[in-house]
């Protein structure tokens, strides 16, 4: 059946056994995001130590699409650096946008290549990108409440996501 | 699986009723040309009619006919045209004033579809309240003075009401909903007050199916002096209405949900309020005489239709409504009935699914929300569409009732003069489906 492609087992394994679920202190930065067309909701916390994500923690209610997301993120970017998790956002945001050239980077986006098939169904791309774009925010929060760190030569806020769905 | 076991029931899915007269429902589905096509390989099961219904043949040729044979603007032209567009524009509103029982068609306003008809009346209150002196009291909100809806309501009878109260001043209450899904009309002489001035409530639930009793609530208000207003868009669409019959002073629907095209809606209203009543939208059509001084309005219902209102689509309502007395509203009631009976059954026999709102036939429509365990609804709408199962997830535009049961979102199935008992068969197979995928 073709929701094979969109329900892949990796995907329902993060639906029902989520990593890193559960709002943590520390945390400098938090964000709150809803679907307004379903009531999905999500929050985020992230902590930085230096130019590190030390922890992304993360709670909330939906779709096993939105739900498996968070546990991918946070199998993403949790431990990355502030660069390698804007960079892998936006592989991830590209891939279920559709914008993806080619075939998605499995070392880049790991579990996350499970979601390739949500860019065929573009009712289903906010929930894909709501966890993502709920850490998005977070971060910013977080880098701002947060003194700069050497070496950091990214910020969130110079990155563009968005205009999909 | 649930399987027919009524013997009224025939291979084609159509469910006879023990009196009164009954849909042929073979026949029917013959009318209406998209159940030819396939969704993802499957035969087309339609359950998402709350949402919006699908369109016989014959208003979807009405749409042509009238852009290919009369297409003119109305209310203005002497040529043939004209006359002719007019004439069938104002036709339509004889229909829809027969088919609700109004006492004339001078009573019936054409809108863009519900939302705008409440929408409609919410302004005329707004624009009498910040005019008092020149405006008829019972539209003239002030602080203190209260609008009653429920908590039952599509947003479409939420959010005007809150904004107007926001406006004038006066206070926004609602009357809340019991744990079987019917309006709490426990506290009713405290909901509805001396204070009150409109009471606007679903006649039946676009979530739960609730057929709500206008009777006590229409009591009350007229012993305090408030107006009613009943949002009929589900229930006009699937069961007799009756105007007079309910001692109504305004009624709200939309032709979409009743075989009719989109951007066609209607507001009824007594002709003493409409009389009455300021007007909205400013511009052509809705005048008397216009100088740079000063414009004087014309009578109802054109002071209400300001612009070239949707012409077509008015007259192609008038030939769903032809279509629908032609089904016979009755027959049309008895099959929502016997699928809703029909349904609540079939969807007993899937494990871990709770439907919501009232559980006897009797006091539901043909509406159908449900939640099934530990599967969210926009996946379970997702895998029934691979089947062909097109449901609607979400909050339905009624998010309180989301939010009164604890959840987010719900699943609902529902259904039309199209629907067999087949296709509830074919919803429950599919629900069993999703629940293999999660387990």
């Given at each position: 059946?073709?929701?094979?492609?969109?329900?892949?087992?990796?995907?329902l394994?993060h639906?029902?056994?989520?990593?890193?679920?559960?709002l943590?202190?520390?945390?400098?930065?938090e964000?709150?995001?809803?679907n307004?067309?379903?009531?999905?909701?999500?929050d985020i916390?992230?902590?930085?130590?230096g130019?590190?994500?030390?922890d992304?923690?993360?709670d909330?209610?939906?779709?096993s699409?939105?739900q498996?997301a968070?546990?991918?993120?946070?199998?993403?970017?949790?431990?990355?650096?502030?660069?390698?998790a804007l960079?892998?956002?936006?592989?991830?945001?590209d891939?279920?946008?559709g914008?993806g050239?080619g075939e998605?980077?499995?070392?880049l986006?790991?579990?996350?290549?499970?979601?390739?098939?949500?860019?065929?169904?573009p009712?289903?791309?906010?929930c894909?990108?709501?966890?993502?774009?709920?850490?998005?925010?977070?971060?910013?929060?977080?880098?701002?409440?947060?003194?700069p760190?050497?070496?950091?030569e990214?910020?969130?806020?110079?990155?563009?996501?968005?205009g999909t769905? | 699986?649930?399987?027919?076991?009524?013997?009224a029931?025939t291979?084609?899915?159509?469910?006879?009723?023990?009196?009164?007269p009954?849909?042929?429902?073979?026949?029917?589905r013959a009318?209406?040309?998209i159940?030819?096509?396939l969704?993802?390989?499957r035969?087309?099961?339609?359950?998402?009619?709350?949402?919006?219904?699908q369109?016989?043949?014959v208003?979807?040729?009405?749409?042509?006919?009238?852009?290919?044979l009369?297409?003119?603007?109305?209310?203005r032209?002497?040529h043939?045209?004209?006359?002719?567009?007019?004439?069938?524009?104002?036709?339509?509103?004889?229909?829809?004033?027969?088919?609700?029982?109004?006492?004339?068609p001078?009573?019936?306003?054409?809108a863009?579809?519900a939302?705008?008809?409440?929408?409609l009346?919410?302004?005329a209150f707004?624009?009498?309240?910040?005019?008092?002196?020149?405006?008829?009291e019972?539209f003239?909100?002030?602080?203190?003075?209260e609008i009653?809806?429920?908590?039952?309501e599509h947003?479409?009878?939420i959010v005007?009401?809150?904004?107007?109260?926001?406006?004038?001043?006066a206070?926004?209450?609602?009357?809340?909903?019991?744990?079987?899904?019917?309006?709490?009309l426990?506290?009713l002489?405290?909901?509805i007050?001396?204070?009150?001035?409109?009471?606007s409530?679903?006649?039946?639930?676009n979530?739960l199916?609730?057929?709500n009793?206008?009777?006590?609530?229409?009591a009350?208000?007229?012993?305090?002096?408030a107006?009613?207003?009943?949002d009929?868009?589900?229930?006009?669409?699937q069961?007799p209405?009756d105007?007079?019959?309910?001692?109504?002073?305004f009624?709200a629907?939309?032709g979409?949900k009743?075989?009719?095209?989109?951007?066609?809606?209607v507001?009824?209203a007594?002709?003493?309020?409409?009389a009455?009543m300021p007007?909205?939208?400013g511009?052509?059509s809705?005048?008397e005489?216009v100088?740079?001084?000063?414009?004087?309005?014309?009578?109802?219902?054109?002071?209400?239709?300001?612009g070239?209102?949707p012409?077509?689509?008015a007259v192609?309502?008038?030939?769903?409504?032809d279509?629908?007395?032609?089904l016979?509203?009755?027959?049309?009631?008895a099959?929502?009935?016997?699928?809703?009976?029909?349904?609540?059954?079939?969807?007993s026999?899937?494990?871990?699914?709770?439907?919501?709102?009232?559980?006897?036939?009797a006091?539901r429509?043909?509406?159908m929300?449900?939640?099934?365990?530990?599967?969210?609804?926009?996946?379970?709408g997702?895998?029934l569409?691979?089947?062909?199962?097109?449901v609607?997830?979400?909050?339905?535009?009624?998010?309180?009732?989301?939010?009164?049961y604890?959840v987010?979102?719900?699943?609902?199935a529902s259904?039309?003069v199209?629907?067999?008992?087949?296709?509830?068969?074919?919803?429950v197979?599919g629900?069993e489906?999703v629940?293999?995928?999660?387990?």
């Amino acid at each position: 059946m073709q929701f094979d492609a969109l329900y892949q087992e990796i995907i329902l394994d993060h639906y029902k056994r989520p990593h890193g679920r559960g709002l943590r202190e520390p945390f400098e930065g938090e964000a709150h995001h809803v679907n307004p067309t379903c009531g999905d909701e999500i929050d985020i916390r992230v902590h930085l130590d230096g130019a590190t994500i030390d922890d992304v923690s993360h709670d909330g209610m939906g779709c096993s699409i939105s739900q498996a997301a968070a546990s991918v993120l946070y199998d993403l970017v949790n431990g990355q650096t502030v660069t390698d998790a804007l960079a892998r956002t936006d592989a991830f945001t590209d891939m279920v946008a559709g914008r993806g050239a080619g075939e998605p980077d499995e070392e880049l986006l790991e579990d996350g290549v499970a979601f390739a098939g949500v860019a065929k169904y573009p009712a289903r791309v906010k929930c894909a990108l709501l966890p993502w774009m709920a850490f998005k925010d977070a971060l910013v929060r977080a880098q701002a409440a947060s003194p700069p760190a050497a070496g950091d030569e990214r910020s969130a806020q110079t990155t563009t996501v968005g205009g999909t769905a | 699986m649930k399987t027919v076991t009524d013997a009224a029931s025939t291979p084609s899915g159509s469910l006879a009723s023990v009196a009164g007269p009954t849909l042929d429902v073979a026949r029917v589905r013959a009318d209406f040309p998209i159940f030819d096509r396939l969704i993802n390989g499957r035969p087309l099961v339609y359950l998402d009619s709350a949402n919006t219904s699908q369109k016989p043949r014959v208003v979807i040729d009405a749409l042509r006919e009238h852009y290919e044979l009369h297409n003119a603007n109305v209310a203005r032209s002497v040529h043939t045209l004209g006359t002719e567009a007019t004439a069938a524009y104002e036709g339509a509103r004889a229909k829809v004033a027969t088919f609700i029982g109004a006492a004339g068609p001078d009573e019936v306003v054409f809108a863009k579809n519900a939302t705008e008809a409440i929408n409609l009346v919410a302004y005329a209150f707004g624009n009498a309240s910040a005019a008092p002196a020149t405006n008829d009291e019972r539209f003239v909100l002030r602080p203190g003075d209260e609008i009653v809806v429920s908590e039952m309501e599509h947003h479409s009878n939420i959010v005007p009401w809150q904004m107007l109260c926001e406006r004038t001043g006066a206070t926004f209450k609602w009357f809340g909903i019991t744990d079987d899904g019917k309006l709490d009309l426990s506290h009713l002489d405290e909901v509805i007050t001396e204070r009150t001035k409109l009471v606007s409530i679903a006649y039946v639930s676009n979530t739960l199916g609730t057929i709500n009793d206008p009777a006590p609530i229409i009591a009350r208000a007229r012993q305090v002096g408030a107006l009613v207003m009943l949002d009929g868009s589900q229930a006009v669409p699937q069961m007799p209405v009756d105007v007079a019959a309910l001692d109504l002073d305004f009624l709200a629907f939309t032709g979409h949900k009743m075989l009719g095209p989109t951007g066609i809606g209607v507001l009824w209203a007594r002709s003493s309020l409409l009389a009455a009543m300021p007007p909205v939208l400013g511009g052509g059509s809705m005048i008397e005489t216009v100088t740079m001084a000063k414009t004087t309005y014309a009578l109802p219902p054109a002071r209400f239709e300001a612009g070239t209102p949707p012409i077509a689509e008015a007259v192609a309502l008038g030939t769903a409504i032809d279509y629908l007395t032609g089904l016979d509203m009755r027959a049309v009631a008895a099959h929502e009935r016997a699928l809703t009976t029909y349904a609540l059954d079939a969807l007993s026999t899937v494990e871990g699914l709770r439907v919501y709102g009232p559980t006897d036939p009797a006091d539901r429509g043909g509406t159908m929300s449900f939640a099934l365990d530990g599967v969210h609804p926009h996946d379970v709408g997702q895998i029934l569409d691979e089947f062909g199962v097109e449901v609607r997830v979400g909050h339905h535009c009624a998010r309180p009732v989301c939010a009164r049961y604890g959840v987010a979102a719900m699943t609902r199935a529902s259904f039309y003069v199209y629907t067999t008992t087949h296709e509830i068969d074919e919803l429950v197979h599919g629900l069993e489906h999703v629940r293999k995928v999660f387990s």
